[in-house]
């Protein structure tokens, strides 16, 4: 799918209404939005005149997924239950506050244990986003690690 040029994201807002965080989760998303942009998968189920603009916001304890092309033509929006993620969330923020203080003040080889712990559990992450959206948008892992990113930045404003 990274192939075809119309089954990707050129576009991606977060909601804005929920304010700033720390910096270093503003530079998660940052970097998140940046990756993103620069290499995805993203094909909604039944449509095919991508690229496509990504909005995500949370609304009453929701995700909210509004998909729209290029030129603001509405495609479709998808609104799925934080709660299969609010465990992993949960463990992911600890374990990012953890590698986070461990960057500051540790080893180089607890640093490396911290960070494999947080690269497991944001996969497990990912692929529950991309279990949650089989059926409605098409996604490869590498976009899904990135939208989860985003969903936890969004949550952690939230």
């Given at each position: 799918?990274?192939g ?14 929920i ?23 993203f ?11 990504l ?20 495609v ?18 600890m ?16 640093i ?27 996604i ?6 990135r939208?989860?990113?985003?969903v ?7």
């Amino acid at each position: 799918m990274a192939g075809n040029s119309a089954q990707r994201l050129c576009d991606v807002v977060l909601d804005d209404t929920i304010g700033r965080s720390t910096p270093d989760v503003e530079h998660e998303r940052a970097v998140a939005i940046f990756d993103l942009l620069e290499d995805n998968s993203f094909a909604p189920e039944g449509h095919d005149n991508g690229p496509y603009k990504l909005y995500l916001s949370l609304v009453e304890q929701r995700l909210v997924f509004t998909i729209k092309t290029e030129g603001d033509a509405p495609v479709a929006t998808h609104i799925l239950s934080l709660t299969p993620f609010r465990r992993i969330i949960k463990d992911y923020f600890m374990i990012c506050d953890s590698y986070y203080q461990a960057i500051r003040s540790s080893t180089p080889s607890q640093i490396e244990a911290i960070d494999m712990g947080r690269r497991g559990i944001h996969n497990e992450g990912s692929q529950t986003l991309m279990d949650r959206l089989s059926g409605k948008i098409r996604i490869d892992f590498d976009t899904a690690r990135r939208l989860f990113t985003l969903v936890c930045v969004l949550y952690w404003r939230g």
